[in-house]
């Protein structure tokens, strides 16, 4: 049974960081929203459309990769939070963590012409390993950093607002990578790869650089100081004992899972349903749709911020789920030929939902490293990240198989063009409606059993600071 809190209920912490501290934090946002949606955005346009790869294959890789990142996700965060360099226990990894990243994208798209399919396989499989091994490097004791940094119930929306911010800034490129590499001044869609992976990977670096090497970490309290090296899978174990963040993450799971599962779906229904054929009308609406997509999703952040604030995160992010599952459902009726545009309408509800979904989902884990210490008197912060993505990331990697699955169940053949089995692109269309709606939906019920209400949450930071000062 976990511990009992008090009925004191504590005024709100002030924010401990300045503006500037939440902006320079955010930068590192870049990295994990880049990561995230690019190499998902390319693979099949590249290795299927222009190399004409099997999409299992590609699914199967994107899978593995995904499974390491999961993996690999708790193993450096109890590194992390165990590591004591004079340089801090979050920086050092952060920096390896953004030039690995960087080094591995460039590479990945500098594919050679008429190689076996073989050889697709081995290079693309190699080098998103040594990107996603980078990602992990940085974005665990990154979050882990704004954990430590950001206290208050409060402040932690705060925080990640920002980063939210830059997720929809960096989203506004993503969705336009496919489009740039078919630009006139290439001559094939694989050199324009080439180009757009070498300066996506340079401005990977620099930017990301940034946070790693000018953030200050905040000082350990005495406990921490006292707190003794853990062992990998005694730490697991007690953090995957947490009944909460088994919910949390369950939740986050099937989300996650259910939107990745289609992602892809969007581009082929575009081409071979609303265009007819046309890849680069259909390539330039996903990028149209993207920019809408970040631009609303970052005006309502402010809306999130208020809303948040207003009924407390567990209820904020009920609804904002509950916007996802509408949108999903709407694209049956708003993906249509006689008006192209009227998908734009989907991010309406999409965006704002899935913004205030995403920021809240890391607020929340703040909370539970909170609950946690009080349950085992130990500080997880990177750990407990770390757990929850790995929870998660299991089920995006099975998403990737599942998302080739599905496009091979569909009867799809990229072999013949416009020429489609019957029934493919109906099937398209109802899976890309379907999975994500049931998926949400799914979510919000399991979500109904979170118990970390704001008051709850503040009790226990009371708590934690009675405990640490007697000792």
Not at 84 to 104: D, K, N
Not at 276 to 300: E, P, Y
Request: aromatic share 10%; with cysteine.
């Amino acid at each position: 049974m976990p511990p009992s809190v008090s009925s004191e209920h504590p005024a709100p912490a002030a924010d401990t960081l300045s503006q500037r501290e939440k902006i320079v934090f955010s930068v590192g946002g870049g990295l994990q929203q880049f990561g995230n949606t690019a190499p998902q955005y390319l693979a099949n346009p590249i290795f299927n459309l222009a190399l004409g790869m099997n999409p299992v294959h590609i699914g199967i890789v994107l899978a593995i990769a995904r499974l390491w990142d999961a993996v690999s996700d708790p193993l450096v965060g109890n590194w992390s939070d165990n590591a004591r360099t004079r340089w801090g226990r979050r920086r050092p990894f952060m920096v390896v963590g953004a030039i690995l990243t960087g080094v591995s994208f460039a590479a990945m798209w500098w594919l050679p012409r008429d190689a076996s399919q073989t050889f697709y396989f081995g290079y693309f499989l190699f080098t998103i390993l040594s990107f996603f091994t980078g990602m992990t490097l940085f974005t665990v004791p990154w979050t882990a950093l704004g954990i430590a940094s950001a206290p208050g119930y409060g402040e932690r929306t705060k925080l990640f607002a920002y980063v939210g911010v830059t997720h929809k800034i960096v989203g506004f490129t993503t969705g336009w990578l496919y489009p740039l590499c078919q630009l006139a001044a290439f001559q094939t869609v694989l050199d324009g790869a080439h180009i757009v992976g070498c300066v996506c990977g340079t401005l990977i670096i620099v930017i990301c650089l940034i946070p790693a090497l000018t953030l200050k970490e905040p000082p350990d309290t005495t406990a921490m100081q006292r707190q003794k090296p853990e062992p990998f899978l005694h730490a697991m174990k007690a953090v995957m004992s947490n009944r909460v963040l088994l919910i949390f993450s369950l939740a986050c799971l099937v989300t996650m899972t259910s939107l990745y599962t289609v992602s892809s779906l969007g581009l082929y229904i575009n081409i071979y349903h609303v265009f007819g054929g046309d890849k680069l009308a259909a390539a330039t609406m996903m990028g149209i749709w993207g920019t809408l997509f970040n631009l609303l999703a970052m005006l309502s952040i402010p809306m999130m911020l208020w809303l948040s604030n207003r009924v407390g995160k567990h209820r904020a992010i009920m609804l904002s789920l509950g916007m996802v599952s509408i949108s999903a459902v709407l694209k049956w009726v708003l993906y249509t030929p006689s008006l192209p545009y009227l998908q734009l309408a989907t991010a309406l509800l999409h965006a704002p939902g899935l913004a205030a979904y995403l920021i809240l989902v890391n607020s929340m884990t703040a909370d539970i490293v909170d609950y946690d210490e009080l349950l085992t008197g130990r500080r997880r912060e990177a750990l407990i990240a770390a757990a929850n993505g790995w929870i998660t990331k299991m089920g995006i990697s099975l998403s990737f198989i599942f998302a080739g699955l599905v496009l091979s169940v569909t009867g799809f053949d990229a072999t013949l063009g416009n020429n489609q089995p019957a029934g493919t692109v109906l099937s398209m269309r109802l899976l890309f409606c379907a999975i994500p709606a049931f998926g949400t939906l799914t979510a919000l019920l399991i979500l109904s059993r979170y118990p970390l209400t704001r008051q709850r949450v503040e009790q226990i930071q009371a708590m934690l600071v009675r405990n640490r000062s007697a000792g």
